[in-house]
């Protein structure tokens, strides 16, 4: 084995159920690069709030147990697999798509969903891209047909997708309106491509929402807590405006005629549902805003990976977001 060693510390969940089912194991075997993969030596993984749903078993997709959670690591590259050509040992990269998990001290991914990681941006930001910037993009462009000069309202942007969609949509031309809970999540975002923020912890901020949009209203919102907050964003589309849901956690009832007036629509995002053609496009478009300096990732809440039930109990239940939460390995 390339490391000289085969064993490895590793985050294993064995039945599904609370943060506590994550077991970190210090003798879990080295995964072997095949064909076309390489194997990362892990600095940092992101942590993504589907890891928490997967984790309850409640999430559609039930991996098959054990498995180790995370997809979106930043590292060196270890060893490469049979035909891999474009990476050598000793290259900085980060991926979206880990196969072996990303919550343990190496992990194994195919050569094409990883990317070379920019001397601009360290370990952390580079765990924080991953399924964040990807579905931001996707759900701005790919499913929300924005177009510069539109406005865009990012509801819920102070944690992991809302930045990147603020950071994303503002070097595309677009005005951006975004929402947080504090004041320091507020100032933050303003910092990475909002326009102006609003605080959704404010009884009568949607008003102020309204009364800033004026009479248009705005073209797309990216909707981070559907089952809040759907109802009131069909309220403050324009003309043919969008509501792109990203996160929802429950049910919530809507009046369907608020979305004849203004010919509205309401569009489901999933970043699973992205054709490899798709990934493609957005990971072309990421890689050239890292290269033009816009895309600079937030890092926020940081867990060492001992403590990583700690870290997946903080994701879900607190509130205060303060940029993208990362596992440091
Ligand atoms: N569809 C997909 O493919 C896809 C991909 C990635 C993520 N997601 C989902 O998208 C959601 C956000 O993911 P994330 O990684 O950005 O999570 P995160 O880092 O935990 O951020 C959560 C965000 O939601 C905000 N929020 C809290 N209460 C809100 C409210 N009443 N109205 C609007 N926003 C509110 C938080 O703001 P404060 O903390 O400042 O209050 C914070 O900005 C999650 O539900 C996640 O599962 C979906």
């Not at 290259?91 to 990681?117: E, H, K, M």
């Not at 177009?147 to 951006?176: D, F, N």
């Not at 705005?218 to 559907?226: K, P, Q, R, T």
């Not at 805003?289 to 940081?302: N, Q, S, Y």
Request: aromatic content about 6%; overall charge neutral; proline content about 5%.
């Amino acid at each position: 084995m390339a490391t000289g060693r085969n064993v490895m510390r590793a985050v294993r969940v064995s039945e599904f159920g609370g943060p506590e089912v994550l077991k970190l194991l210090s003798d879990v075997l080295l995964p072997n690069p095949k064909e076309n993969q390489v194997l990362i030596k892990v600095h940092a993984c992101g942590v993504n709030p589907v890891e928490t749903y997967i984790r309850s078993g409640t999430h559609a997709r039930k991996p098959a147990l054990p498995y180790t959670p995370g997809t979106d690591v930043a590292g060196v590259i270890e060893a490469v697999g049979e035909h891999v050509t474009v990476f050598k040992k000793g290259d900085r990269v980060f991926t979206n798509g880990t196969i072996s998990g990303g919550y343990a001290d190496y992990t194994v991914a195919a050569a094409d969903t990883v990317f070379p990681l920019s001397d601009k941006l360290d370990f952390k930001q580079g765990a924080a891209i991953g399924i964040p910037y990807f579905t931001a993009y996707r759900a701005l462009f790919q499913k929300g047909h924005a177009k510069p000069g539109e406005t865009v309202l990012v509801h819920g942007a102070s944690g992991g997708v809302g930045i990147a969609a603020c950071q994303i949509a503002r070097a595309y031309g677009l005005k951006v309106l975004g929402t947080a809970g504090t004041e320091e999540g507020m100032n933050i975002v303003l910092r990475n491509g909002a326009h102006k923020m609003f605080n959704h912890r404010e009884a009568d901020y949607v008003d102020k929402i309204k009364e800033f949009s004026d009479v248009r209203g705005v073209d797309v919102i990216i909707e981070m807590l559907a089952n809040v907050n759907l109802a009131t964003d069909l309220q403050l589309l324009s003309p043919g405006g969008r509501v792109m849901i990203v996160g929802s956690r429950g049910p919530i009832e809507i009046n369907p005629r608020d979305t004849m007036m203004k010919e509205s629509s309401i569009i489901g995002v999933s970043l699973f549902c992205a054709t490899k053609k798709l990934m493609h496009e957005c990971e072309t478009a990421l890689l050239a805003g890292i290269e033009a300096g816009w895309l600079k990732p937030v890092v926020g809440p940081e867990y060492p990976l001992e403590k990583v039930a700690k870290a997946h109990e903080h994701l879900i239940n607190s509130s205060g977001a303060l940029g993208k939460m990362v596992l440091l390995i």
